[in-house]
């Protein structure tokens, strides 16, 4: 593990405004992987272009069982959602969320569901495998919800990646678990197969950073360590490409894919990896729950402290497990106006174990 880390002073929680805690900025691998290993099994593609698809983690069945919670969770705010009429599928229908369909307000990261779907062994598996160990936290991320063909959602593609570039090498791995069908018309996640490597190469020169139209606001954090690439209006291959000598570079050595993927499988991708979401423009609703883990090593005390607190007060955090925990404690403003179904606490609550405060990084291991 990198001993080049800086943390910031001690920090104390306030009411109602997102902070980040446990902010660090380490500058090589976290983990020594072996270059040469050949594993057998999809560590061999990650580790080779830095994304994988991982194929039925969990049964159709169980992901027809998140896809229609997730549904029903929307029907719980009673504002008129109704999965079978799409004249429903307006903001005025639906919890506010960001671009058009990811939510993690209204403490959704710690709805029962979002926990159920942590604890799947064999997600957790996937994780154990990565880093080597069983002694893993995890973040308390956000869902995504899409309805296709939305009118009232100006949508554009958004090439970024989730890891500040003051952070080198690989410092976490983000993963969603796939719900619903998710074929070429239904939009999701387009990844750039091989870009995490070329991230020092690609930020070696200055960037423009949340640049875009749709980007988050700066106060936002799993995004203010994002950084834009250079705005594009097609969303095309070059989404990523500017005029400069090393993305020129970077356009032929790494290239844009939509992973395409059924219910019940798993998609990684090293948080280098230059990627956007798709809106879906099918008949199909896109249902996916973000999880991300790594070794409770790497967390210091003002990190696990953060957990704790976020965790307690059914707040959700960014991808980061185990540092730049940031505080999802904002509240959802609907025209201008605290949205009048806020909530502070999740609708169908975790049981909680000591399994799951591990997992937390509420207990230790
Ligand atoms: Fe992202």
């Given at each position: 593990?990198?001993?080049t880390?800086?943390?910031?002073?001690?920090?104390?929680?306030?009411?109602?405004?997102?902070?980040?805690?446990?902010?660090?900025?380490?500058?090589?691998?976290?983990?020594t992987?072996?270059?040469?290993?050949?594993?057998?099994?999809?560590?061999?593609?990650?580790?080779?272009?830095?994304?994988?698809?991982?194929?039925?983690?969990?049964?159709?069945?169980?992901?027809?069982?998140?896809?229609?919670?997730?549904?029903?969770?929307?029907?719980?705010?009673?504002?008129?959602?109704?999965?079978?009429?799409?004249?429903?599928?307006?903001a005025?229908?639906?919890?506010?969320?960001?671009?058009?369909g990811?939510?993690?307000?209204?403490?959704?990261?710690?709805e029962?569901?979002?926990?159920?779907?942590?604890?799947?062994?064999?997600?957790?598996?996937?994780?154990?495998k990565?880093?080597?160990?069983?002694?893993?936290?995890?973040?308390?991320?956000?869902?995504?919800?899409s309805?296709?063909?939305?009118?009232?959602v100006?949508w554009?593609?958004?090439?970024?990646?989730?890891?500040?570039?003051?952070?080198k090498?690989?410092?976490?791995?983000?993963?969603?678990?796939?719900?619903?069908?998710?074929?070429?018309n239904?939009?999701?996640?387009?990844l750039?197969k091989?870009?995490?490597?070329?991230?020092?190469?690609?930020?070696?020169?200055?960037?423009d950073?949340?640049?875009?139209?749709?980007a988050?606001?700066?106060?936002?954090?799993?995004?203010?360590?994002?950084?834009?690439?250079?705005?594009?209006?097609?969303?095309?291959?070059?989404?990523a490409?500017?005029?400069?000598?090393s993305?020129?570079?970077?356009?032929?050595?790494?290239?844009?894919?939509?992973?395409?993927?059924?219910?019940?499988?798993?998609?990684l991708?090293?948080?280098?990896t230059?990627?956007?979401?798709?809106?879906?423009?099918?008949?199909?609703?896109?249902?996916?729950q973000?999880?991300?883990?790594t070794?409770?090593?790497?967390?210091?005390?003002?990190a696990?402290?953060?957990?704790?607190?976020?965790?307690?007060n059914?707040?959700?955090?960014?991808?980061?497990?185990?540092?730049n925990?940031?505080?999802?404690?904002?509240?959802?403003?609907?025209?201008?106006?605290?949205?009048?179904?806020?909530?502070?606490?999740?609708?169908?609550k975790?049981?909680?174990?000591?399994?799951?405060?591990?997992?937390?990084?509420?207990?230790?291991?």
């Amino acid at each position: 593990m990198s001993t080049t880390a800086t943390t910031t002073k001690a920090k104390t929680f306030e009411e109602g405004k997102s902070q980040t805690f446990g902010e660090r900025y380490e500058t090589k691998d976290l983990i020594t992987f072996d270059e040469n290993a050949v594993y057998g099994d999809w560590r061999d593609e990650f580790h080779k272009n830095g994304c994988v698809v991982i194929k039925n983690v969990i049964t159709p069945e169980k992901a027809q069982y998140y896809a229609d919670k997730q549904i029903q969770w929307l029907k719980n705010f009673d504002l008129g959602f109704d999965e079978k009429d799409p004249s429903t599928w307006t903001a005025d229908h639906l919890p506010v969320s960001f671009k058009g369909g990811m939510y993690f307000l209204y403490g959704s990261a710690h709805e029962k569901m979002s926990w159920e779907a942590r604890m799947e062994p064999a997600v957790r598996d996937i994780f154990a495998k990565l880093w080597g160990t069983n002694e893993l936290i995890c973040s308390f991320d956000g869902m995504n919800i899409s309805m296709p063909k939305r009118t009232d959602v100006q949508w554009s593609p958004w090439p970024h990646c989730d890891q500040n570039p003051r952070r080198k090498g690989m410092q976490a791995v983000q993963g969603l678990l796939n719900y619903s069908p998710n074929g070429e018309n239904d939009g999701g996640l387009i990844l750039m197969k091989g870009s995490a490597k070329l991230f020092n190469e690609f930020f070696a020169e200055k960037r423009d950073s949340a640049d875009h139209e749709d980007a988050p606001r700066r106060s936002w954090s799993s995004w203010t360590c994002s950084s834009s690439a250079r705005r594009t209006s097609s969303g095309s291959k070059t989404a990523a490409a500017s005029s400069s000598r090393s993305t020129t570079r970077t356009r032929t050595r790494a290239d844009w894919s939509l992973f395409a993927v059924e219910p019940g499988d798993f998609v990684l991708w090293d948080s280098r990896t230059m990627h956007y979401a798709k809106f879906p423009e099918g008949d199909q609703i896109r249902n996916v729950q973000y999880i991300c883990m790594t070794p409770r090593q790497f967390a210091d005390e003002e990190a696990l402290k953060a957990k704790k607190w976020c965790f307690e007060n059914y707040v959700g955090t960014t991808h980061w497990p185990h540092c730049n925990v940031r505080s999802a404690a904002e509240k959802p403003m609907r025209n201008g106006e605290l949205c009048p179904k806020y909530r502070t606490e999740p609708f169908e609550k975790p049981e909680v174990t000591d399994d799951m405060l591990r997992l937390a990084g509420i207990k230790p291991y």
